[in-house]
């Protein structure tokens, strides 16, 4: 059982430069999200999305663009990498609070994404 | 919007003492309560929940934690820490009813000193 995966686990971007995040879920998970990891800062949600087709923006949200086009898959798109974006990404899938029985509302993490942008 | 305060840095404890970490939440209506466990350079981990009943929750790897809905309080606790305890914990909330967002603390570092 793969649960999330995420890919790549690590990248190095110029400043400028373009790069999607990959995340894919093999649970039928309807709630799926994208967090960043900064040192003291915790975990602060960038977009999540309920379903195919629909996507809302988080805490951060500039900088990033989502889409939905499948239940599985949820990328996360740079569209100018800047060195504020350096991170750990990580993806996270969960059903929704009233449904997926014992589970609803758990969130499933992917094993992160370490970004550097120089 | 939902928010979550976990008010210290770091907690330090000596092995076999019980072990506390604290987690205050505002969230509009019932909440849900999460607490999760990051080991170095991975995921999280889901340690346990409270949803609805008991205040206690039991869940993996010996913890527990409190529900006080008078104090918006939901305290992580193992009654006797392991040196394998070490790590970074999450409280989380999302509201029962809503948009769906979970909102996370910044995180405590836990170091079991042998």
């Known amino acids: 059982n793969a649960g999330v995966t995420q890919t790549p686990k690590f990248q190095v971007l110029k400043t400028g430069q373009s790069m999607t995040l990959q995340c894919a879920q093999d649970?039928?998970?309807?709630?799926m999200s994208w967090y960043r990891q900064d040192p003291g800062m915790g975990l602060r949600l960038i977009h999540y999305s309920v379903g195919a087709g629909i996507t809302d923006q988080g805490e951060v949200p500039n900088g990033y663009n989502v889409s939905r086009s499948t239940t599985e898959d949820f990328p996360l798109r740079l569209l100018s990498a800047a060195p504020s974006q350096t991170s750990v990404y990580f993806c996270?899938?969960?059903?929704?609070?009233?449904?997926?029985?014992?589970?609803?509302?758990?969130?499933?993490f992917g094993e992160g994404s370490r970004l550097t942008v120089l | 919007a939902q928010s979550v305060a976990q008010p210290e840095d770091q907690v330090n404890v000596a092995e076999g003492n019980p072990l506390t970490v604290k987690c205050t939440y505002s969230v509009s209506g019932n909440p849900y309560l999460f607490w999760y466990v990051q080991y170095p350079n991975r995921g999280l981990q889901f340690l346990l929940k409270?949803?609805?009943?008991?205040?206690l929750v039991k869940g993996s790897y010996g913890f527990e934690a409190e529900f006080n809905k008078s104090q918006t309080s939901f305290h992580l606790k193992k009654p006797s820490a392991l040196v394998s305890d070490s790590a970074l914990y999450f409280c989380?909330?999302?509201?029962?009813?809503?948009?769906?967002?979970?909102?996370f603390g910044k995180g405590n570092q836990v170091v079991v000193i042998p």
């Open positions: 649970m039928n998970h309807e709630y």
């Open positions: 989380a909330v999302r509201a029962y009813y809503g948009n769906n967002r979970l909102a």
């Open positions: 409270y949803i609805t009943g008991d205040n």
């Open positions: 996270a899938s969960s059903s929704l609070p009233g449904t997926g029985g014992f589970k609803a509302g758990e969130l499933f």
